[in-house]
Nanobody, 126 residues
Framework: QVQLVESGGGLVQAGASLSLSCTAS????????MGWFRQAPGKEREFVSL????????DYAGSVKGRFTISRDNAKNTVYLQMNSLKPEDTALYYC???????????????????WGQGTQVTVSS
């Protein structure tokens, strides 16, 4: 079992920055990667970014590449998502999730993430 707690969401204007955090507890030694996903009202959940738990591998959705940066602090079991140049279309509920699949650690598919946080709301006004 892994518990994930996100924080850092809020309401900002377009062009502003926000930093999200996700702290994991429990069986963290079994995590291979952490991902961020988001879901806007009326839309399906979509991949945002992922990071290898032990190595340096990262990946981003095309819509956020160059604006968002994912990082981790293993000592704190925490993953961060730095979001710059925010746009109204970034408005969504952001979730972090844990991937326990070594062969699919870099997957962008939600089915490979077994544990999810409760989500943190990000709202970007125009």
């Amino acid at each position: 079992q892994v518990q994930l707690v996100e924080s850092g969401g809020g309401l900002v204007q377009a062009g502003a920055s926000l930093s999200l955090s996700c702290t994991a507890s429990g069986r963290t030694v079994s995590i291979y990667a952490m991902g961020w996903f988001r879901q806007a009202p009326g839309k399906e959940r979509e991949f945002v970014s992922l990071i290898s738990w032990s190595g340096g591998g990262t990946d981003y959705a095309g819509s956020v590449k160059g604006r968002f940066t994912i990082s981790r602090d293993n000592a704190k079991n925490t993953v961060y998502l730095q979001m710059n140049s925010l746009k109204p279309e970034d408005t969504a509920l952001y979730y972090c999730a844990a991937n326990f699949y070594p062969r699919h650690w870099d997957s962008k598919r939600a089915e490979y993430y077994d544990y999810w946080g409760q989500g943190t709301q990000v709202t970007v006004s125009s």
